[in-house]
């Protein structure tokens, strides 16, 4: 039993990612976030399209809500994201010179971040920075960012951060940081040289996020996955699995072969991250197969129910969910 009924600091906690649309319509959905989380997430609600459908006015509504949801009910809220290619909304996109870009860039994290000083505790200061292939890609992800500020929106989005709330962890969160294969490789060892760069440049970053958008036929490679703890342990940097879910959508068969290829991934994905260390926190996208964006994305190829998060539909716990609460 994770949330309510765990001490504080008892081992590494657990969280997942809530969604403000489903809070009233389904008392059932926000029970199992206090049944089982420590760490409350709000999956798109802190995303700047969420909070700046203009330049000039901020809407905290609805993340305001799950903050007061972690809070009243003394949970931690984790922040996701600062700087992300992804729901930007147009008005941004619009500004092409680079110092505007940067203004708004560090007003939106000061003014995001004093808002919730004290209440968010942790932050995805950049999301998805890591260039995709970066065999054919370069380093760094085509973004609007990066055209209009390059590379160095990176630095400039951990100083502000690090500015506007000295007392918040600041973390960059990446996809495809635990497979097995030369892209994957590449793409750890840009995020320790990110690391390494932001340090010599005397800019503080605190944690590495591993989404962990596993693929329930996908190895992990676990030693690899080890020594990229120990690297980044070794800069002092930490470590949290922050969007954890499986995709199954090339997996045959019903729920046992869904749950079971599940459990093989998970169980390698804790494997490799805890032969460096305990995580900073396992965070899954979601809580129930109810809600979530993997069928939307990558559905079944045969049609049938996805299958990615710790609870099913009905809210029953996976294997894979037992393994976690008995690892953490
Ligand atoms: C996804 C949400 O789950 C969806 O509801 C939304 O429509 C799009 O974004 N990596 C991330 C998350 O960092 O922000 C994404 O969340 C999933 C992939």
Not at 51 to 79: C, E, I, M, W, Y
Not at 167 to 183: C, K, P, T, V
Request: negative net charge.
């Amino acid at each position: 039993p994770f949330g309510s009924a765990r001490a504080a600091g008892s081992a590494v906690p657990f969280g997942a990612a809530i969604q403000i649309e489903y809070l009233d319509s389904d008392p059932a959905y926000t029970q199992a976030f206090l049944d089982h989380c420590d760490i409350i997430v709000p999956m798109n609600e802190l995303k700047w399209e969420a909070l700046r459908p203009t330049r000039d006015a901020f809407d905290f509504a609805s993340a305001d809500r799950l903050v007061d949801l972690a809070q009243k009910n003394g949970r931690r809220s984790h922040g996701h994201t600062h700087v992300w290619w992804n729901a930007l909304p147009g008005w941004v996109e619009r500004i092409s010179a680079a110092d505007e870009a940067e203004r708004v860039l560090t007003e939106h994290i000061e003014a995001v971040m004093d808002r919730y000083r004290g209440r968010v505790e942790t932050w995805d200061v950049v999301n998805e920075v890591i260039a995709h292939d970066p065999a054919n890609e370069g380093v760094l992800r085509d973004s609007y960012w990066m055209r209009v500020l390059g590379a160095r929106h990176v630095p400039i989005a951990f100083a502000a951060a690090a500015r506007a709330d000295p007392s918040a962890r600041l973390i960059l969160n990446d996809y495809d940081l635990e497979f097995a294969g030369d892209r994957y490789d590449r793409r750890r060892a840009i995020v320790l040289d990110i690391v390494r760069q932001l340090q010599d440049a005397g800019i503080r970053i605190d944690g590495i996020g591993i989404q962990g958008h596993l693929y329930a036929d996908q190895a992990i490679d676990i030693p690899a996955l080890a020594r990229f703890g120990r690297e980044l342990k070794s800069l002092g940097v930490f470590l949290q699995i922050s969007e954890l879910d499986v995709i199954d959508w090339n997996i045959d068969g019903g729920p046992e072969e869904q749950d079971a290829a599940a459990l093989v991934v998970v169980g390698d994905l804790l494997e490799g991250v805890f032969a460096a260390g305990r995580p900073d926190a396992v965070i899954t996208w979601g809580m129930t197969d109810r809600y979530s964006w993997i069928p939307d994305v990558m559905p079944r190829r045969d049609g049938k129910p996805s299958r990615p998060l710790p609870l099913d539909a009905d809210y029953r716990p996976k294997p894979w969910f037992d393994l976690i609460r008995r690892r953490l």
